[in-house]
T-cell receptor, first 115, second 113 residues
Framework: AQSVTQLGSHVSVSEGALVLLRCNYS??????LFWYVQYPNQGLQLLLK??????LVKGINGFEAEFKKSETSFHLTKPSAHMSDAAEYFC?????????????FGKGTMLLVSP | KAGVTQTPRYLIKTRGQQVTLSCSPI?????VSWYQQTPGQGLQFLFEYFSETQRNKGNFPGRFSGRQFSNSRSEMNVSTLELGDSALYLC????????????FGEGSRLTVL
């Protein structure tokens, strides 16, 4: 069975600092990996995804993530945090071979950005 | 292009009642998935429908059910509500391919008293 572990339920950074949100997964088959963001009282918005090909994936709002198969990781980074990045971030995995649009989510990491 | 629309956005029920939530997917999307989000358990998959057929189901009791109509709109129903059913219920649609890219609605927040 697939699973996702996000290290740290809360991460605090200063505006302008590097953002690093960690995600490790387990999957019996090559996975599809996703990062979603959720702002208060809203649904989830896709930040970026990895399916096949290039392991460094760029997403919206300056975020990027690198798929490292040997480390079973898909950490999310952003060089310089902005106040508007404060939100909850979810890493998710989908076993594409299942043929279904079913995601397994991590518990989420709340990103706090201070001035 | 309109996004995923969920109604109602907020509702309050009492234990033992039942509730029906509605979801209208993005035009052209044939897959609709439902997730339950709670502070303790996070996001948990309920079920997925594609072309009116349930394709996959999560580990929830039979009190949770759903259906999809020919226009791809979906409803989920929870019968005999329990306090623990209080949650944000999120609907997501996709084109039905295997990429797993889901487009989420803003959710229906259910409070059970």
């Amino acid at each position: 069975a697939q699973s996702v572990t996000q290290l740290g339920s809360h991460v605090s950074v200063s505006e302008g600092a590097l953002v690093l949100l960690r995600c490790n997964y387990s999957s019996s088959v090559p996975p599809y990996l996703f990062w979603y963001v959720q702002y208060p009282n809203q649904g989830l918005q896709l930040l970026l995804k990895y399916t096949t090909g290039a392991t460094l994936v760029k997403g919206i709002n300056g975020f990027e993530a690198e798929f490292k198969k040997s480390e079973t990781s898909f950490h999310l980074t952003k060089p310089s945090a902005h106040m508007s990045d404060a939100a909850e971030y979810f890493c998710a995995v989908c076993e594409g071979s299942s043929g279904y649009s079913t995601l397994t989510f991590g518990k989420g990491t709340m990103l706090l950005v201070s001035p | 292009k309109a996004g995923v629309t969920q109604t109602p956005r907020y509702l309050i029920k009492t234990r033992g009642q039942q509730v029906t939530l509605s979801c209208s997917p993005i035009s052209g999307h044939r897959s609709v998935s439902w997730y339950q989000q709670t502070p303790g358990q996070g996001l948990q998959f309920l079920f997925e429908y594609f072309s009116e057929t349930q394709r996959n189901k999560g580990n929830f009791p039979g009190r949770f059910s759903g259906r999809q109509f020919s226009n791809s709109r979906s409803e989920m129903n929870v019968s005999t509500l329990e306090l623990g059913d209080s949650a944000l219920y999120l609907c997501a649609s996709s084109g039905g391919l295997t990429t797993g890219e889901l487009f989420f609605g803003e959710g229906s927040r259910l409070t059970v008293l």
